[in-house]
C-alpha cells in the first residue's frame, strides 16, 4: 500500500471516485494497492456527494466515509476477479463504502429521503444494510399544514382548503434495513407514525416489512413526494411504546390520511339540527386488507381512487349516510391558447347523501318539502362529475346531479346551493383541432322534475376562429350551430324548439397605420332558421303549433385602438424599489373606441331586447403598471404569437407582476327613431363601469369595482369593493368588503341590499391559528353573519373550536369540535359541509 499526494492519476483513471468524495472539507487520505490496483479512500468531516446507484441518483451526507474501488489499477499480467452471479457485473466500477455518523442519503428520484446510523453498500451485490434508519416522505413545515386547515373563506361559506395529503409528514424508523440498489427495502423492527419523537405517541409497529415505492419507484413528479407501500408482519398498534392491541393489517400505504380507518370525526351542536356527530370511513384502508390488487384492472383502478363512507346523525332530522368518491389525477391548470393535453387522463368525483328526515317542515325559509308530491321520509342528493381527456380527440365531460326536493341543498349542503351553479344533467365533447378551430356536442336532460331547465337534445357547435384567408389580411371567424330544445318547468306544460343558427364575421386589421394606430373594421352575416314544435301533454284542440321561419340579419362595425407606453428605470435605493420592491416599471395606456351597426335585419327594433340592440357605441380606457420578478419556479410559459401558436412553447426566466390594473368603459345603446313624428324618440340606455386591482406589494392588494348610471346623476347600481392587508407579517392579516345592488325596474335584484364584512386571520403562534368573519346588512343595519374558528396543535394532533351565527337562517347558530390528526386536514373533499 503507499499513499498518493496527487489525485490526477486518479482523476483520469476513475473520474467517479474523485466527483464522489473529492471536495470533502478535511482529512482525505487515498491509498492504491500495487498488486491488486484497488483504490481505498477515507474521508474525515463534513462529507458531502452525489453520485448515481442502479436507476437511482443519491445525495449521501455523513461524518466519516471509507470506500474501495477493486481493480482499478491492474498490475502487469493480472485480472480482476469478475463479479459475482446476480451482482452488477455490467458495471465496469466495482466497490464497495462504508459511511458512519449522521448520514443523510437523499433519494431526489424518489421524493425520499433517510436518516441513519451508518451505511454499508456492495455495489458488486447491489445490496446495502442501512442501521437505525428513518424515512421521511416529505418535509413539510407545521406552518403550512395550519394554512391548508379548513377554514371559512371570504364569502362567509365554509368551503373545503387546500388537499393536504402531499404535505402530511410520515416517518418509518427501522431498527435494521436492507435495500436492493436502493430502490426495494426489507425491514426488522418496524414503526410508522407522524409524530417524529424518538418514542411515537401513537405508532403502527411491526416485527418486519418488504417496503417499495407506489409505482415502483418511478420518478417522483410535479413536487409530489415519494410514498410507499409497505407489507407488514406482527403488526401492532403502540403508545409511547406500549403494545396496545395487535392488529390483522397486513398492507399500508404511507400516504397517511388515505390509510386510516377514520378521517374525519365531528362533534357538535346547532339550534337547526340540535347535537350532531359525524364520521367520515376510509374504505381504502378496508379494500386493501382484501386481495384485489392481483386483478387486472380492479387493482390499478383503486390504486388512483379515494373511497370514502360518511355517517351523521342529528338529534332533531334523523340518521344520514351516503359514500363519496374521488379518482383519477387531478388536471393542471392550461390556458385557452395553448394546445390540449397529449395522452390520456381522467379526473372525476361523485357522493351520495341519504338521510332518514324526521321533520316535515325545513328550518331554512320553513319550507314543507313534502308538498312536492313525496311521500318518503328518505331526502337524497347524488351527484357525479367525470372528466376524459384524449390526446387527438377531445375532452368528454360528464355531470349528473338528483335530489329528491328543491330545498334539500339548501338544508343540508348550504355551501353547494350558495353556489350558484345549476345543477345540470349532461353529456358534453368537445375537441380542438389545430390552434383555432373547436367542434363540441352537447346533450343536457332534466332528471329533478321540479327544475325549470332548457333541455339540449343535442346541440351541436362548430367555432372557428381568427383564421387567415392565405395572404390577404382577412380574417374570418365562423360559428354554427344546430339545436333541438326542450323546455320543460314545473308548472308548465313542455314545448320542444328547433333551431339552426350560422354567424359569419370578416375582419381586415389595418397594419398601414401601425404603430400609431391600430384599426380593425368587420363585417358580419347572421341566419338563424327556427320555430316551435307541437306542446307535449296537451290534447289536439289546444297544441299550438308554430312552422319554422328563418331570420337574417347584416351588421358591421369598426374599433379603433392606440397603446402607449413608458418604462420608468428605478435606481438603488429609489422609491420604487422601496415601496414595491422592484427595479424598473413599465406604465401601459390603451385607450379604444368601437362601434356596431345592425343596417339590415328582419326583427324590427320593437321586437328585440336590449341585448339585441341594433347600434352600440363604446369607449374604454385601459391601464396597467407592469413589472418583473425573477421566477423561482422555473419560469411561466409564454404565449405564442398570433399564426404560429402551434410552435413549441417557450419557457421564461421572469414572471410579470401587475401592480394596477384599471379599466373605465362606457357603453351607449342609441335610441331609435320612431315612424310616426308625433312620438318621442326613445332614450337609449347607457352604463358606465370603473374596474380596479392594486396589489401594492405582496402584504397589501386592494379591487374595487363598480357600475354605475350616468342617466340618474351616475348613481351606483352595483358595488364590489374589498382591501386585504398583512397589517404584521406572519401573524395577522385582514379582510375589509362592501359589496351592493340597487333595485332598477330594468335589473333583476328584487330590493336594494348592501352587506359590509371583515375577516380577521391571526397567527400568534405556529400551533395556533384563529379566524374571525363577520358580516353585517347595511340596509336593516342587523348582524347577518358571525363566526370563530380558533385551532391548536398538539405536536401531530390538532382541536377546532368553531362557532357559527346566521341571521339568513331563522338565527342559527351552530358550535363544533373537531379533533384529528393533522394528517387527517384537508385531505380530499370534505365528509360533510359545515351547519
Not at 458512519?100 to 456492495?122: F, H, K, M
Not at 411561466?636 to 390594473?661: C, I, Q
Not at 335584484?749 to 348592501?754: I, K, R
Not at 386571520?761 to 348582524?783: I, T, V
Amino acid at each position: 500500500m503507499r499513499a498518493q499526494e496527487d489525485s490526477a492519476l486518479l482523476d483520469e483513471v476513475w473520474p467517479q471516485l474523485t466527483d464522489f468524495s473529492g471536495a470533502a472539507d478535511s482529512g482525505t487520505k487515498t491509498y492504491i494497492n500495487q498488486k491488486t490496483g484497488d483504490i481505498s479512500r477515507y474521508i474525515l468531516g463534513n462529507v458531502r456527494r452525489e453520485f448515481t446507484i442502479g436507476p437511482n441518483r443519491i445525495r449521501l451526507m455523513c461524518d466519516r466515509l471509507y470506500i474501495r474501488a477493486l481493480g482499478v489499477f491492474k498490475g502487469e499480467g493480472e485480472t480482476v476477479p469478475e463479479a459475482p452471479e446476480g451482482g452488477n457485473d455490467k458495471d465496469e466500477l466495482r466497490f464497495y463504502f462504508f459511511a458512519d455518523g449522521n448520514v443523510r442519503l437523499e433519494l431526489p428520484d424518489q421524493g425520499s429521503t433517510i436518516e441513519a446510523a451508518s451505511v454499508y453498500y456492495d455495489h458488486r451485490e447491489g445490496l446495502g444494510v442501512i442501521r437505525a434508519a428513518r424515512i421521511r416522505s416529505s418535509a413539510s413545515g407545521l406552518r403550512g399544514i395550519m394554512n391548508s386547515m379548513e377554514l371559512r373563506d371570504l364569502r362567509g361559506t365554509s368551503a373545503p382548503g387546500a388537499s393536504a395529503g402531499t404535505e402530511a409528514e410520515v416517518l418509518l424508523s427501522i431498527d435494521v434495513l436492507r435495500t436492493t440498489n436502493f430502490k426495494s427495502f426489507t425491514g426488522q423492527g418496524i414503526k410508522l407514525s407522524n409524530c417524529d419523537y424518538a418514542e411515537p405517541h401513537l405508532a403502527l409497529a411491526a416485527d418486519s416489512a418488504d417496503i417499495r415505492p407506489v409505482g415502483g419507484g418511478a420518478r417522483a413528479v410535479d413536487g409530489d413526494p415519494a410514498h410507499y407501500l409497505v407489507d407488514l408482519s406482527g403488526a401492532r398498534l403502540e403508545i409511547l411504546g406500549t403494545k396496545i392491541i395487535p392488529l390483522p393489517l397486513t398492507h399500508w400505504d404511507t400516504r397517511w390520511q388515505d390509510y386510516l380507518p377514520l378521517r374525519s370525526v365531528d362533534f357538535g351542536s346547532s339550534s337547526k339540527f340540535g347535537f350532531f356527530s359525524s364520521a367520515e370511513w376510509n374504505m381504502n384502508f378496508f379494500l386493501d386488507q382484501l386481495p384485489l390488487a392481483s386483478i387486472p384492472v380492479l387493482g390499478p383502478g383503486l390504486e388512483n381512487t379515494r373511497l370514502g363512507f360518511e355517517t351523521t346523525h342529528m338529534a332533531r332530522r334523523g340518521f344520514g349516510w351516503g359514500p363519496i368518491a374521488e379518482y383519477g389525477r387531478r388536471p393542471g391548470n392550461r390556458e385557452p391558447w395553448q394546445l390540449g393535453p397529449r395522452g390520456v387522463g381522467y379526473y372525476g368525483g361523485g357522493r351520495y347523501f341519504s338521510i332518514h328526515d324526521d321533520a316535515a317542515v325545513d328550518r331554512f325559509g320553513g319550507e314543507n318539502w313534502r308538498e312536492e308530491g313525496s311521500t318518503r321520509d328518505d331526502r337524497y342528493w347524488g351527484s357525479l362529475v367525470h372528466r376524459h381527456e384524449f390526446s387527438g380527440f377531445g375532452t368528454l365531460d360528464i355531470e349528473y346531479s338528483g335530489q329528491s326536493d328543491s330545498n334539500f341543498l339548501n338544508e343540508y349542503f348550504e355551501a353547494v346551493a350558495k353556489e350558484g351553479k345549476e345543477q345540470e344533467n349532461l353529456v358534453s365533447w368537445r375537441g380542438n383541432y389545430g390552434d383555432n378551430l373547436q367542434v363540441s356536442a352537447l346533450y343536457k336532460y332534466q332528471v329533478n322534475n321540479f327544475d325549470e331547465t332548457v333541455d339540449r337534445l343535442p346541440e351541436l357547435e362548430l367555432d372557428w376562429y381568427q383564421q387567415p384567408v392565405f395572404d390577404s389580411g382577412l380574417y374570418m371567424d365562423l360559428r354554427a350551430s344546430a339545436a333541438r330544445l326542450r323546455h320543460r318547468g314545473a308548472d308548465t306544460p313542455p314545448w320542444r324548439h328547433g333551431r339552426l343558427d350560422l354567424f359569419n364575421s370578416w375582419s381586415y386589421p389595418v397594419t398601414g397605420l401601425n404603430p400609431y394606430i391600430a384599426v380593425r373594421p368587420y363585417a358580419f352575416a347572421r341566419y338563424r332558421l327556427g320555430g316551435n314544435e307541437k306542446v307535449l301533454d296537451l290534447s289536439d284542440e289546444q297544441r299550438p303549433f308554430h312552422p319554422f321561419t328563418d331570420r337574417t340579419a347584416f351588421g358591421s362595425g369598426m374599433t379603433i385602438s392606440q397603446q402607449w407606453s413608458r418604462t420608468f428605470p428605478a435606481g438603488s435605493g429609489g422609491m420604487l424599489q422601496d415601496l414595491f420592491g422592484v427595479d424598473s416599471l413599465k406604465h401601459l395606456v390603451v385607450p379604444e373606441v368601437s362601434y356596431l351597426n345592425i343596417f339590415s335585419s328582419d326583427f324590427s327594433p320593437s321586437e328585440t331586447f336590449q341585448v339585441d340592440a341594433t347600434q352600440r357605441f363604446s369607449l374604454s380606457l385601459r391601464q396597467a403598471l407592469v413589472t418583473r420578478r425573477n421566477d423561482r419556479g422555473g419560469g411561466e410559459v409564454e404565449r405564442p404569437l398570433l399564426g404560429l401558436r402551434n410552435t413549441a412553447l417557450k419557457p421564461s426566466s421572469f414572471r410579470r407582476h401587475h401592480l394596477l390594473d384599471s379599466e373605465v368603459s362606457l357603453v351607449f345603446y342609441p335610441g331609435e327613431e320612431e315612424e310616426d313624428p308625433g312620438e318621442e324618440e326613445e332614450e337609449g340606455d347607457k352604463f358606465l363601469v370603473l374596474d380596479h386591482t392594486l396589489r401594492a406589494s405582496d402584504s397589501i392588494s386592494l379591487r374595487s369595482w363598480i357600475a354605475l348610471d350616468p342617466d340618474d346623476g351616475f348613481s351606483d347600481e352595483r358595488m364590489d369593493n374589498s382591501i386585504r392587508a398583512e397589517v404584521f407579517p406572519e401573524l395577522l392579516s385582514v379582510t375589509l368588503g362592501n359589496v351592493s345592488a340597487n333595485h332598477t325596474p330594468d335589473s333583476n335584484v328584487p330590493e336594494d341590499s348592501s352587506f359590509a364584512y371583515t375577516l380577521l386571520s391571526f397567527y400568534p403562534h405556529e400551533k395556533w391559528r384563529a379566524q374571525c368573519y363577520w358580516a353585517r346588512n347595511l340596509q336593516s343595519d342587523k348582524d347577518s353573519e358571525l363566526s370563530l374558528t380558533i385551532g391548536r396543535v398538539f405536536h401531530r394532533y390538532a382541536l377546532f373550536f368553531e362557532y357559527s351565527f346566521d341571521a339568513g337562517e331563522d338565527d342559527n347558530q351552530t358550535f363544533s369540535i373537531n379533533f384529528r390528526p393533522v394528517g387527517f386536514a384537508g385531505a380530499g373533499p370534505r365528509s360533510w359541509a359545515r351547519w
